[in-house]
């Protein structure tokens, strides 16, 4: 999994980007509640995690990224929440058993990920039965090539058309895609078929179905 551009590095770990994660969270979930055990990969510096773990303080949250410079970075952040925890992981071959998270979160990272079908492929993997898939990327645009390559960043943005179909093709079922920014945007939730119950024993499913 490619690292991200010097630049996108340098803002992830800014402390403007904390304080914007703060008010993404609620967005980028459109509200899904987000219990027991949760994975986000390409968690970058932990600020989306740190805000989750803010607002959750009863979550246990892992945020993993591939570079070990960020992981580090989402360590400092995340050092008063004990529930929450940094690890270093490509989000192609994530290092989890299977079945092994409530929900996995994933913000503006899949764009990152040349192989983004395998990441896609590997949430729905250790996603629990009634789990679900969220979160946001950015879709293919001229904007929003011209941007990346000016970053110098490994990109390979996402297409409109075909996210779903990998979402089925990964066994997830689309609860909510919802286009943002005049198109340039997609927030997602996705489900992963069954009953399901989180790490304290409640039934989750029937909660994330309403």
């Known amino acids: 999994m490619p690292k991200m551009s010097a630049l996108e590095a340098s803002f992830c770990r800014s402390a403007p980007w904390g304080l914007v994660a703060r008010r993404m969270v609620p ?7 987000v219990t027991g055990n949760v994975l986000e990969i390409g968690g ?3 600020a989306m995690a740190e805000a989750i773990a803010r607002a959750n303080p009863r979550v246990r949250l892992t945020t993993t990224d591939a570079d070990p410079v960020m992981v580090e970075a989402a360590r400092d952040r995340l050092a008063g929440f004990p529930l929450a925890q940094a690890r270093q ?4 071959r994530l290092p989890f058993e299977d079945e092994s998270f409530d929900t996995v979160l994933s913000f503006l990272m899949l764009h990152h990920v040349i192989e983004w079908e395998r990441a896609v ?3 729905a993997r250790v996603l629990r039965s009634g789990g679900a898939f969220v979160g946001y990327d950015l879709l293919a645009s001229p904007m929003a090539s011209l941007v990346h390559r000016a970053d110098r960043s490994p990109h390979r943005l996402i297409e409109p058309e075909a996210f779903g179909p990998v979402l089925d093709h990964a066994g997830l079922g ?3 895609l919802r286009l943002s920014f005049g198109g340039r945007v997609l927030r997602f939730i996705a489900h992963k078929p069954g009953n399901a119950q989180d790490a304290s024993g409640n039934d989750i499913t029937s909660r994330r179905s309403r």
């Open 89 to 92: 992981a490509d989000a192609t």
């Open 121 to 123: 492929a590997e949430a």
């Open 174 to 176: 689309p609860l909510a």
């Open 27 to 33: 967005w980028a979930t459109q509200g899904f509640p």
């Open 44 to 46: 970058g510096s932990g």
